[in-house]
Structures are given as structure tokens and as C-alpha cells.
């Protein structure tokens, strides 16, 4: 009976606990929210009548990244407090967001007006979407007054290019002005057969070719055929190798059905007329696909690295200039003597690439946040070059070692590379020292804005509202072909038939809207 | 049916005594059916066992030997190198506490409420346990949506980066609760009345009387709740940014992400390529993750049959 009666005083008092628990720290957060709005409005007035001299109080802020935390964050975090402690006084809270629910959850935290003062956000994410409902902050004026060192690190082009609306509406991030596109060739395959370097795409297919005769358990080309990866399906990754170019448009993503062609601020439909470059490109994927080149299950394949890695690939497509280091040290130790090499047939000659200027990657203030301009201090702060190692590469001697002025190299994995999500700048970013010669001279050369055409449409952002029913109709339909289409899979006729006849009509409404807003843009241009 | 139910009471040593008998009696190809049906359910057993037998045993290969030959039955050369690498960090430790404790504090307490609540339910002396009831179904069927329950988690309760988030939202799980309601209504209400007389009040007739009497739905509900508590990452993923508060499935969880990348960075020119963790990293992840419900299962399985029958065949 006595037992009985202690459990019932047990349970009531846990359930007792459980509501005294949540108003108290309901209290605690409450005060804290308070305390931190005091004072950011302390600083902001002192720092607007220029007193400099005057230390800042202290201020955490959140700030949302995407992917893993890594293993060192923490001694980095204190080690970058510690620097600004004297200056901007500034404490980081990261929150790091897996990449699969980065949409869901800061559209969420955006929307509950949760405090967050930096944000990562980016076109492909819902960047137009958050600002159109009035979540972030226009910079310019913050830029000004806080960010005259973040100004400097980056290209005015850089900024022009990426406005939305007229306005500045996150720091752009980005290390070059051109995106690198790369295929990786099995160097020890390549010379093991007495070729020369692969200078052209038909040496790249001879290659392929000799590695088919010869390999038996290696397969000579792999792309992607995954979902959103569709510019680098092994038909439509061509585009960034041969001249004259074909720009993708603003409205469709990466699909190559709306071009740009000429820099002459018209969009081309390949509904209405096929292009015979784009035509050969398919068909050259899908006599490579029959032949047995490329890889069978590449519509399956997800974790291309790790195939690349087993040593069980002759090429494949990639993203960025050069040979990631992490490959070839995989590659090594799986496959002894494997050895990665970089081929690119992208021209380094001045004003061959057309590029909008624009970047993949912004940093945003919310809205709601509360410190402002501690946050555009911080953005500021992370573009010195010592505080920009820190944060880009950690600890040095720990986690990387610099070589030269503007090269590094990395030390373990316990500080993945992530600079991409707040940090990059074209000026203070450092190149894997375990690149080529001639990967490192097309970072350099793309990394200033004057070596390249400037696409007439620079500075032009497509609002996709009117058409929204139609490019999310579309985007369903060709999410059935177009791999399949560009990767050689299934037969190019009738998969372009059948593309043509389910999507032709709303693309040719997304066209129409595009070029009216194109035409709209160039008018005031002039 | 109807009497293989009756007769169940009648002990183990009946049964026994019959399965002997049947053994002596078998004529021959009754006996060639039953090695049949030992080789088919052993078969169809290894066949189940099979995948999470290559999981196990490959999360300890060396991971050059899994990268050239592939996932194998029995590796080339065995390592315990994902483990080293995976209990190198603290995560694990602070995971495995998280889980525990957001599932043994979190089961508690989503019972002791459900069970509180669906005998209210189930009581005939309550006045508007219709009404009650409508409601609880009604919140089956219509939901506020993920922003209205994000604000109301982290803005008027604000339980962000507390336990509390991980708990609080499944306390009460209609479902469950008419389960309950269901068992309890099948306790006869001269219960009740014999306690009262005897003069015990409402309390004392629950917690004295019908919780004790109830432990079958007490564990089916138990299980379930625990279950629902170890393997959520969705509570977690919204409203724990702490890291060090997060559970395991958020290990699990980051994991898949960084495999998919390509599925959702679709359109961005950059390469985000994570640095994956190794084949058998991933692996020992799996296995140091499902650790515990997987060998809590054997002990409880009986249960959970018995539960799903309460709740179907009264229901």
C-alpha cells in the first residue's frame, strides 16, 4: 500500500515537473531575448555617431549553415571569438541543417520569425521565394556603413549581377567568376595505353574506347543522371567545353531546352527549332550508352565520388577545375598507383566564356534579426585574409598548412571544407595545393572578372511568378526524360517525341514570359 | 478458433503433453510436411536475417577490401576501423544519452497521460466524454500544419534546444489512446463500484486497480510509444540546433542526406560535395544505432501481438 501510494506521488510530481520545467525556461529565453535586444540598440547608435573607440557589448549570432557540423567547429568557433573579442565582439552559434531538409526547415524558422541573424540561401534553394515574402533585409545600406572590407574581396560585377529586385538581398559567395567544369581521366589508364594528353574531346573518346578493349572491370565514362544534377548528364555537360556557347536561361534551371545563344538577349526553344550541335551531342550520348562506355545503372548511380573512387571508372564529369584532393588520396588507396588527372576543354583566352556573374551561394540577414549590423560587421570581418584562413581552412598547422600566399594544403578531415556556405570571396580564397599547373592558372584567370564577356543579361533576374503553375508542370516532365535523354539511356527519337509532346506547350508559355521580361530589362538597360 | 481459446488457460503442460503425442503419431508424409515447413520458414528466415547479417559483418571489413570486391558474406580482411573512427568523437556518447533519456522519460510519461486520459474516456460517469472524444479524433484528421506547430514549440512554449521538444509533442497520440479506450471499456464497471463502496476515491481506483489490471495495453502502448520515440528525427531536426542534444536517428539522418546531395543542390554550378564517410563507416553507423530496440525486440515481440489483437478484436 505504502508503495502505491509513493509511485502515485511519483508520477504526479514528474508530470508536475514536465509543466514547471517548460515555463521556466519559457522564463530564461525570455529574459535572454530581452537582454540581447537591449543591447544591439546600444551599439548600433554608438557606432553610428562614430565612436569607434568604444567597446561593442557582446553579441551572439545565429547563423544557419548547410551540411555537417565538423569534427573541430569548436576550437575554430573559439579560436575566431577569441580574434574578435577586442573589435566586434561578436559570439557564434552555428547551426548547421542536413542538405535534404535545408528548404523545409529555414522556410519554417523564416516563417515562425525565429531569431536567426545570418541565414544561407541561394536561387536554387528558394532565395526569390523568401524575398518576395519579405523575410530578408536589403544589405545595400548595411554594406556601406559596415561592409566596406567585404566590399573590397569581391567584384563589382560580382554585386551588379546578383541583385534581386533591385536590390542587394545577400552577399554573394563565390571564389571565381566562371564555374569549372572538369573531366577526370584515369592518368595511370591513359599513359599505361602510350597516349599523349587529352587535348580534345575525340582524344578523350579514344581513350574511352582503348579502355574498353582493355579493362574488364573498369567502365570508361560515368556522369550523372540523378534528379537536379542535369548539367552534368555526359550529353549536356558538353555545352561548357565547346564555342560557341549555348547559355542556359534563367527560367528553367539547367535545363538546355531555353537557351542564349550570340549574347544577343534572345531565348531560343529547342520545341521550336533543334539546335544541330545540341541533336549531335545526344546521339553521340547514346552511341557512346550502346557501346557499353557509359556506365549502365548511370540513371542509379548516386554516390559518384565513391564509384570514381573504387577505381572502377575511365572518366567522369565534374564540377569545379582539378582533381579534389580527397579523390586521388581515395583512389590511391583502393586502387594502388590510380592516379586522378584534370581535363578541361574550357578556352583561357580573354572574353571566350560569356558569363551573368552570377553565384550559387548568399549569405542573407532575416528580417527579425536584432543585430543587424553585428552581423554585416561579422560578414565584414570574415574578409581579412587571416580571419578568412581561419575560417575557411581552421586551425593552421592542424587542420591545413599554407603554401605561398594564396595556396594550402589540407591536414586530416576533422574540418571539412565549407567556405562556400558564408565565407567565399574570389580574392582571400586559397587553391588546393595538390592542383595542376594548369587547373590553378584557370582559377586565377577566371578568378578576375575582366577576362570575361560580360552576357548582356547581367544583372537580369527572372521573376517566375506568372509562370509558376507552368515551370513546376514542366520540371515534372522532363525530370522523366531529359537524363535519360542526355545520358544515351534510351533512344533519342522517340525520348524527345515524347518530351516534346508533354511539355513543348508549357515551355513555350515560360519562353514567352521570359523574353517578355528579358525585353523589359534591356529597354530600361538602355 | 472458439475453442483453441477457451482451452488456452488450461496450462503448458497440456499442451506439451499433446505436442508429444502428435510427434509419435506421425505417418510419414505428415512427417515429410512438417520437415517441409522447417525448411521453408528456416529458408525464409535466412533469407530475412541475410541483409542485416552483410550490414553487420561488413561494418567490420577493411574498407579497401569493400571499395575492390564489394559488399561480401564474409569479408576479405576484417578491420574494426569505422568503429575507431566512429567512437572517436564524443557524438555517439551524447547521442545514445539523448536517445535513452527522450525514450525512457518520453515512454513514461506518454503512458501514464494516455492511460490518465483514455480512462476518462472510457468511463461511463463522465458527462462529456463524447465530446472528448470528438475532439481527440478530430486533431486525427485535421492538423495546424508544420508552421503553426513550429511557432507554437519555439515561440510561445519556446522549448527549442530542450529535451522537452522531444518529448512534450507525442505525449498524447490519439491513436493510441483509443486503444486504451477500447481495453478499458471492456473492464467491467462492478470494478468501480465494488472499490468505491469499499471507499476508495477516483485516484485510488486507478492507480490501485485499473492500471494494475491493465498491463497488457500498458506494454503494446509502452512499445509503441518507445518505438515512436527512439526512431523519430523529425522533432529533432526542427527544433534541436544544439548539437550536442541531438539523438542518433540525426546521425542517421545526415548521413542519407550527404549521400542523396545531388537531389537536392540540383541547379547550383558549385560543387558541395561532402566527404562521405567511408562504406563501412556507414555501416557501423546502422549497427550502433539500432542497438538497443533491435535487441529489446526479441524480449517484447509477445507483447505486441498480444497488443494488436486487444486492439483489433475488441475495438
Known sequence: MRTRKS???????????????????????????????????????????????????????KIVLPGDRPADMDAIIKEAEKRMADNINVKLDLVFVPWSDLAQKTQVMLASGEDVDLIFDAP??????????????????????????????????????????GKIYGLPLGNTHLAGRTYLVRKDLREKYGLQPIKTYDELIQYAYKVKENEKDVVP??????????????????????????????????????????????VYNLFDEM????????????????????????????????VINSGKVGAAVYNEFGVPSSLNTALAKNVPGAELEAVTFVKMEKGANITNFKQANFQAIPKVSKHKDRAMMFLNWTAQKENYDLLAY???????????????????????????????????????????????????????????TPSILTGFSFDPTPVMNEISLYNATEAKYYNSLFDGVTDPDSTWASLKKEGAANAKKIQVE?????????AQKK | MESSITQAPSGKLGRAGKAMKIKADRSPSERAFVGFIYAFTGLFALVCLLPFWIVAINSFADESAIKRYGYQLIPRIFSTGAYEFLFRGKQVASSYMVSTTVTVAGTVLAVLITAMYAYVLAHPKVKYRNVLSFLTYF??????????????????????????????????????????????????????????????????????????ISKPVIATVGLFYALQYWNDFFLALLFIDDYKLHPLQIMIRQ???????????GGSQTNYGQPLPTYSVQLATVCVTIGPIFLLYPFIQRYFVKGITIGALKG
Open chain 1, 7 to 61: 509511485l502515485t506521488a511519483l508520477m504526479i510530481a514528474s508530470a508536475l515537473a514536465a509543466s514547471v520545467a517548460g515555463c521556466s525556461s519559457n522564463s530564461n529565453d525570455a529574459d535572454a531575448g530581452n537582454a540581447g535586444s537591449a543591447s544591439s540598440s546600444a551599439p548600433a547608435s554608438s557606432a553610428s555617431e562614430g565612436s569607434k573607440a568604444t567597446k561593442l557589448d557582446p553579441v551572439t549570432l
Open chain 1, 124 to 165: 536554387w534553394l528558394h532565395m526569390e521565394q523568401m524575398i518576395s515574402a519579405g523575410y530578408y533585409e536589403p544589405m545595400d545600406d548595411l554594406l556601406q556603413q559596415y561592409g566596406q572590407d567585404a566590399i573590397k574581396v569581391r567584384s563589382q560585377q560580382m554585386f551588379d549581377a546578383n541583385k534581386f529586385q
Open chain 1, 221 to 266: 565514362l560515368l556522369a550523372y543522371g540523378q534528379g537536379a544534377s542535369t548539367d552534368q548528364a555526359w550529353g549536356a555537360f558538353r555545352e561548357y567545353m565547346e564555342y560557341p556557347q549555348f547559355i542556359r536561361s534563367d527560367a528553367l534551371g539547367q535545363s538546355l531546352v531555353l537557351y542564349y545563344k550570340n549574347n544577343d538577349g534572345k
Open chain 1, 275 to 306: 539546335e544541330p550541335t545540341i541533336w549531335s551531342w545526344i546521339q553521340d550520348a547514346r552511341k557512346l550508352y550502346t557501346d557499353g562506355l557509359i556506365h549502365p545503372d548511370v540513371l542509379a548511380l548516386k554516390d559518384i565520388d565513391s
Open chain 1, 394 to 452: 581552421g586551425i593552421e598547422g592542424k587542420n591545413y598548412e599554407k603554401v605561398g600566399d594564396d595556396q594550402y594544403k589540407q591536414i586530416g578531415t576533422d574540418y571539412s571544407y565549407f567556405p562556400y556556405a558564408w565565407v567565399w570571396n574570389p580574392t582571400t580564397d586559397r587553391l588546393n595545393a595538390g592542383f595542376d599547373e594548369e587547373t590553378i592558372k584557370h582559377y586565377q584567370f577566371n578568378k578576375d572578372a575582366s577576362n570575361l
Open chain 1, 514 to 522: 521570359l523574353q517578355k521580361q528579358i525585353d523589359a530589362f534591356l
Open chain 2, 139 to 212: 486533431t486525427m484528421i485535421f492538423g495546424a500544419g508544420l508552421v503553426g506547430f513550429y511557432i507554437l514549440i519555439a515561440n510561445w512554449l519556446h522549448l527549442k534546444d530542450t529535451l522537452w521538444a522531444l518529448i512534450l509533442p507525442y505525449l498524447l497520440n490519439p491513436f493510441f489512446a483509443f486503444i486504451m479506450v477500447s481495453f478499458f471499456r471492456t473492464l467491467p464497471y462492478e470494478i468501480n463500484e465494488a472499490a468505491t463502496v469499499d471507499g476508495a476515491n477516483d485516484l485510488r481506483i486507478f492507480f490501485g486497480i485499473i492500471l494494475p
Open chain 2, 255 to 265: 548521413l542519407i542526406s550527404n549521400i542523396n546531395i545531388g537531389a537536392y543542390v
